[in-house]
């Protein structure tokens, strides 16, 4: 456990997420990303998606921000401890994670921001 913040090995079997049916355990993805300098903290969570079902993100909070972490080299790292399948296929860098109550983060805030974000993109395009 991390100074001043509580372990999240703690998690229900419906924080599994399912993609392209495998089952990919949230808190194994966050080991390997927290594990890399310059990831200060990281949440891992399924959003829906028509082919795989739910794709894998991750939500990284940056030891700096002007400077984080290659995409490339975190996918690296997710791959090699934990599997292809678990590699989230996309990264979204955040100054800090949204918080529910003492140390519990609000993966339905996440999962907002995420669809807003995909939201404004598609509009963007059109």
Same mark, same amino acid.
């Given at each position: ?21 495998? &089952? ?38 940056? @030891? ?19 599997? $292809? @399948?678990?590699?989230? &296929?996309? /990264?979204? /860098? ?23 974000? $995909?939201?404004?993109? @598609?509009?963007?395009?059109?």
């Amino acid at each position: 456990m991390a100074a001043g913040r509580p372990s999240r090995s703690h998690r229900r079997i419906d924080d599994l997420i399912n993609t392209g049916g495998v &089952k990919v355990p949230p808190v194994l993805v966050e080991r390997a990303l927290t594990a890399l300098p310059g990831v200060a903290e990281a949440c891992v969570f399924g959003v829906e998606d028509p082919a795989w079902g739910q794709a894998v993100v991750a939500a990284i909070v940056a @030891t700096d921000p002007a400077a984080p972490p290659d995409e490339s080299v975190l996918r690296d790292a997710v791959r090699t401890e934990v599997g $292809r @399948t678990a590699v989230p &296929k996309l /990264f979204r /860098f955040v100054a800090q994670l949204p918080l529910l109550g003492p140390g519990k983060i609000d993966r339905a805030a996440l999962r907002r921001s995420d669809a807003a974000d $995909r939201g404004n993109a @598609t509009n963007s395009r059109a």
